[in-house]
């Protein structure tokens, strides 16, 4: 004899209760407040020094001073225009060739601009027109 298969929708699912689910928070709360408290007994114990976040060094740069990154990042930025310059005359032309499919009567912007400033944006890791 074959089984009728059993109809899951039709079984009521359990509901935790507001208070079972206090109490887990709590047990947890618990829990990470006595794992921080070794991690403090375990630093104090080795004499371990923790730099706060406001005043750990930031190694990334390679900088001596201001003036020195302001350069850099003047010579980087020149060669980055010098590029475009050289790239731009090319894309224009090519983004010209894409038929636009908008009604002309409503159009207010040429699609190369708007092909440009979404290129642009994309490169750039812009997540909004704002940040633009």
Excluded: C
Excluded at 27 to 53: G, V, Y
Excluded at 58 to 72: F, G, L, P, T, V
Excluded at 94 to 104: E, G, V
Aim: positive net charge; aromatic residues 6%.
């Amino acid at each position: 004899m074959r089984s009728q298969p059993v109809n899951t929708a039709s079984i009521p699912k359990f509901k935790e209760s507001i208070y079972f689910r206090q109490s887990k928070q709590t047990e947890l709360k618990a829990k990470i407040e006595a794992s921080h408290q070794l991690i403090h007994e375990h630093h104090i114990e080795t004499q371990s020094l923790i730099a706060p976040r406001t005043q750990a060094r930031n190694a990334k740069q390679s900088y001596r001073s201001i003036e020195e990154m302001a350069a850099d990042r003047s010579d980087k930025l020149s060669s980055q225009i010098q590029a475009w310059r050289s790239v731009l005359p090319i894309l224009i032309k090519r983004f010209s060739k894409i038929h636009d499919p908008r009604r002309a009567q409503s159009v207010k912007h040429k699609l190369v601009v708007i092909m440009l400033y979404g290129l642009l944006a994309f490169i750039f890791r812009l997540s909004s027109r704002r940040m633009a």
